[in-house]
């Protein structure tokens, strides 16, 4: 087996000094009858490097890649093309095989990464500062509810109808658990934001209003309003991005008054990957920070006087806390902090604006197309790099028809909102620098087809 | 500072600080020991390693909120972002530089084919809301390694969407919550064992149980007996580590089950330390109703600096029911489909929801899954009698030097827990970890289990060779025997790592988590 080096006799040796007679003396605590004598039946044995990846790749062929076809699909996770650098960088086994740096002394490479990280998230997001990282977007957002909740130590949550719905799931899935109240509706086919409904529901019993920027079908709004009128209320705004390179090119939450502002980092290095892993952002004003969850990255001096850096702040975590600690969350999402770190800083503020600018006008112009096609109604004023058409037929089916021809033509909102009869006919369609004038005379060929 | 001016320098030490003290470098740093600055001390906002086409000329639709404010996230070139981080990667240790005992954390060899795999761009380049019938080789994936789990644990069911360890901790306790509530049954203690991680109470606590404590007895196991007289109608279930977190099995677990069960309640086990067992021994045959499995350290994907990782939760007959959405149903003729949002009513009407956005950790079930059709059942069960071989050799080899609480009780598992008794006075774990460190190696896990003092656990894993651990037995030994003899260098230790011990105090009080421009650079720039 390639990767135990213990040769027969090796073991024989290291027996002979434990006083063993045979590895089974050593589970000698596992009751007998409980014990497993042989391989578990019904379980194929040990196979080759090569065996392995003809097996994997066989599986991934099963699989439309984005890459070789048309592809618009976001709502809440993007393709946008990672430097090839950023890969080799992450693929440092200092990097890749390292652990969780408690050793600060031999973890400086880790720790000083995370710091850039939470700086450029911090300064992205228009917060104070901003954590080493959570598992991804969406058990960011109930984290912010909760956090929420220490704060004003109040239980009512208001939830924009523009949140996506997998961030509204998780929220409702713990709020039955912790008891917490959550005002939350679906959303309607309106080119306005539901804000004004949210300025309404705003009360003193509110512990904070939760709205996505830009929303679940791709429209932006101002938050400001929102958050003065929170902060008469003693509530806290927690905007939620889902799309962070939108930010390169429109008004940061945090210059906006957010209190809170949480994200998914995908879309900086990491990739799609069905999914997960993914990384999530999450920043706060500088006076929330000991009740903010997860790990932080803090600079310090060593022994002689040398800036270094440390986890620090961690009495706020479950291995110091335990049952009082803030959040249960230990892993986070280190390597896929540090992809993000490194696209950012290829990217450099330059970089970003340029990509958020590319991204929002080849998306303008594919609106356009898509808008021009009968049966095909463009739903926003206002949108960064994805948009809602609204179609006059259901939208799933079209989905699932296209892409047996091999186009991936977004999400539709009867994919997201099952339940929802009213929204059946909408398609968010996302258009990153990834795609190209082709691929849009291609989706729009094929929406006609299914319109006609 | 000097080290002169620390307690008794020994030769080696005299030597190296009068060359300090003669060789001075211009830029301050030593060969391959290189300081690097932060980004934002290099680059600026107007320098980028990217090279974007320009954009289409049409107007924006931004709704009037364009950015007018700076972001201040400076840029570099490749070449400089490269060189930034591969600099920075070399101030790390890791498991592809030398052996890593972290115990409880199972640092074994990452093999590179699992990175090569989640890299096909049928499992790396897919979007997790495309048509089920566009990710039929990814829902064939996540189908695959739960058949796996489901075997090797002998349970009934696992859900695959946890993002890590405690995530998985918490999917177990709210189906035990569901599956309480489901019967109108309301309790509202968890009990939990004194040597459990940190992660257990706190995730008992999110979900909105009031903990108790459980002792232990004095071979380090839970007190069957305090655990018996505890149990009641109030007790939703109990939380326990097997192995334990002393690196003992935890023999009664079966009468523990039972007990358990017989009051009504559910056994959690964190199964954070499966490795040890895995194909020697199936919690489902210990009456287990739900064990999440790390597989970040059983199933060997790379631990990344802190993350990601992966934590699916195999549950009993009795559990299944309540667990999260989304999940994988492969049908008769091979057909895969997902139970979302839309099916829940008709295939899974007790679930106690979503956990995450999507469907859990897809790169890391593609990492761990090449690991176990590498290893195979035949393989598998190798790797524990490796690990718990390693662990076993490395107890008897330093018990003659450094206290082993537990040794007495018989074999360990699949780490080695050592005490600080005997130590000079004035010298700590601490100090014996930072030790280590000169020794070039990656400190033990120090203070924990909390219920031995100063506790050392050391797990070598089974990817390490016998030279390998012989030549951390003697450098372990003889870092042991300094702190015997009061080496009041130690207490400075490490002196050759990249920085010398660091003000964690000052960290804490003072809290700098983001980089700020010295006043004097921005007024400069005014």
């Known amino acids: 087996m390639r990767y135990l080096p213990l040769t027969p006799e090796d073991r024989q040796a290291m027996l002979a000094k434990i006083g063993a007679q045979s590895v089974d003396d050593l589970f000698v605590d596992v009751p007998e009858e409980a014990r497993l004598t042989g391989p578990i039946h019904g379980l194929p044995m040990h196979a080759g490097e090569m065996a392995v990846e003809a097996h994997m790749k066989a ?12 592809f618009f699909l976001g709502a809440g996770a993007y393709r946008h093309h990672v430097p090839a650098s950023v890969d080799h960088i992450i693929q440092r086994g200092e990097f890749l095989t390292a652990y969780t740096p408690y050793q600060p002394e031999i973890a400086q490479g880790t720790l000083q990464t995370l710091f850039e990280f939470q700086t450029q998230v911090a300064r992205l997001f228009g917060v104070d500062v901003a954590n080493a990282s959570m598992y991804d977007g969406s058990t960011a957002c109930w984290e912010a509810i909760t956090m929420a909740g220490r704060i004003t130590k109040r239980s009512k949550a208001i939830l924009s109808s523009g949140l996506h719905p997998h961030y509204v799931s998780v929220a409702k899935t713990m709020a039955k658990f912790t008891k917490d109240h959550l005002a939350y509706a679906a959303p309607r086919f309106d080119a306005a934001t539901d804000g004004q409904d949210l300025l309404d529901q705003i009360d003193d019993e509110t512990s904070c209003v939760v709205v996505q920027y830009p929303d679940i079908l791709g429209r932006i709004a101002d938050l400001s309003a929102l958050a003065e009128k929170a902060r008469a209320h003693k509530a ?4 939620v991005v889902t799309e962070p390179v939108a930010l390169g090119a429109i008004s940061s939450p945090g210059e906006m008054g957010a209190d809170i502002v949480l994200g998914e980092g995908q879309s900086l290095g990491v990739g799609l990957q069905f999914g997960g892993p993914y990384v999530g952002l999450f920043g706060c004003k500088q006076k929330y920070v000991r009740q903010m969850p997860g790990r932080l990255c803090g600079e ?3 022994a002689e006087g040398k800036r270094g850096f440390v986890l620090t702040l961690s009495t706020r975590e479950q291995h110091i806390r335990r049952e009082k600690a803030t959040s249960n969350i230990c892993t986070n999402s280190g390597l896929c902090a540090l992809a993000f770190t490194a696209h950012m800083t290829l990217l450099g503020e330059k970089g970003l604006r340029q990509l958020a600018m590319l991204n929002h006008k080849k998306a303008v112009q594919a609106a356009d197309r898509l808008s021009a096609i009968p049966g095909a109604t463009l739903m926003n004023r206002s949108f960064f790099n994805e948009f809602t058409l609204v179609l006059d037929k259901d939208a799933r089916p079209i989905v699932r028809a296209l892409a047996e021809q091999r186009i991936l033509a977004g999400v539709s909102l009867g994919r997201l909102y099952p339940q929802e009869k009213s929204l059946a006919h909408g398609l968010i369609v996302a258009v990153t620098e990834t795609v190209s004038e082709e691929d849009v005379e291609a989706l729009a060929a094929a929406v006609e087809g299914a319109l006609a | 500072m000097t080290m002169l001016a620390e307690g008794r320098p020994t030769k080696q030490e005299d030597n190296l600080t009068m060359s300090e003290q003669a060789i001075s470098t211009h830029t301050g740093n030593r060969a391959l020991m290189v300081d690097e600055p932060l980004i934002f001390e290099i680059g600026s906002p107007d320098r980028t390693g990217v090279d974007l086409p320009e954009a289409p000329d049409v107007a924006s639709r931004l709704g009037g909120l364009e950015r007018q404010t700076p972001i201040a996230v400076p840029g570099l070139s490749e070449g400089e972002t490269v060189r930034h981080y591969t600099r920075l990667s070399r101030q790390n240790y890791a498991i ?11 640092m074994k060899h990452n093999p590179r084919l699992n990175e090569k795999i989640a890299r096909l761009k049928g499992f790396a380049d897919i979007h997790p809301l495309q048509p089920v019938e566009s990710v039929q080789g990814a829902l064939g994936v996540i189908n695959e390694l739960a058949v796996w789990l489901i075997k090797l644990t002998g349970m009934h069911g696992v859900a695959m969407t946890p993002k890590a360890g405690a995530h998985g901790e918490l999917c177990g306790i709210l189906c035990i919550r569901a599956a309480l509530e489901a019967r109108g049954d309301a309790r509202e203690v968890i009990l939990v064992p004194e040597s459990a991680h940190g992660t257990n109470p706190a995730t008992a606590a999110f979900a909105g149980y009031k903990v108790e404590d459980i002792p232990a007895n004095s071979d380090g196991r839970v007190d069957l007996e305090a655990l018996k007289a505890r149990l009641g109608p109030d007790v939703a279930g109990v939380m326990i580590t097997n192995p334990n977190t002393c690196g003992l099995f935890e023999p009664d677990m079966k009468a523990i089950s039972d007990a358990v069960h017989a009051a009504g309640g559910f056994v959690y086990c964190d199964g954070a330390n499966f490795n040890a067992i895995v194909g020697k021994v199936r919690p489902g045959d210990l009456g287990v109703d739900a064990m999440h499995i790390n597989l970040h350290k059983t199933f060997s994907t790379p631990h990344g600096g802190g993350g990601p990782g992966s934590g699916p939760v195999v549950l009993s007959e009795a559990l299944a029911p309540y667990g999260p959405l989304p999940f994988t149903e492969r049908h008769a003729d091979g057909h895969l489909t997902l139970v979302e949002e839309e099916t829940v009513e008709d295939r899974h009407p007790h679930t106690f929801g979503r956990m995450s956005a999507f469907h859990g950790q897809m790169g890391i079930f593609t990492r761990a899954l090449t690991y176990i059709l590498s290893h195979g059942a035949d393989g598998l069960k190798q790797v524990a009698e490796d690990a718990v071989l390693n662990a076993n050799y490395i107890l008897r080899s330093l018990e003659d030097v450094l206290d082993a609480p537990f040794a007495h009780s018989g074999p360990c598992m ?11 006075n004035g010298l700590s774990t601490l100090d014996l970890a930072k030790g280590m460190i000169d020794e070039g190696y990656h400190p033990m896990t120090m203070y924990f289990p909390l219920v031995v003092h100063g506790a050392m656990l050391v797990e070598p894993t089974e990817t390490e060779s016998k030279a390998a651990i012989d030549q951390f037995v003697g ?17 400075s230790a490490p002196h050759f790592a990249p920085r010398r011990r660091l003000d964690e105090t000052q960290a804490a009080r003072n809290p700098i988590l983001v980089w700020t421009e010295p006043e004097a650079f921005a007024e400069a720039a005014e």
């Open chain 1, 300 to 302: 310090t001096v060593d």
């Open chain 1, 59 to 70: 599986l991934a062929r099963k699989n439309h890649a984005a890459g070789d076809m048309p």
């Open chain 2, 414 to 424: 699949h780490e080695a827990l050592f005490s600080d008794k005997g130590f000079s």
């Open chain 2, 96 to 106: 592809d530089v030398g052996l890593f005992p972290l115990g409880s954390c199972t």
């Open chain 1, 236 to 239: 806290l705004l927690i905007a």
């Open chain 2, 475 to 491: 450098a372990f030994r003889s870092v042991a025997e300094r702190a015997k003899a009061g080496d009041e260098l130690l207490k």
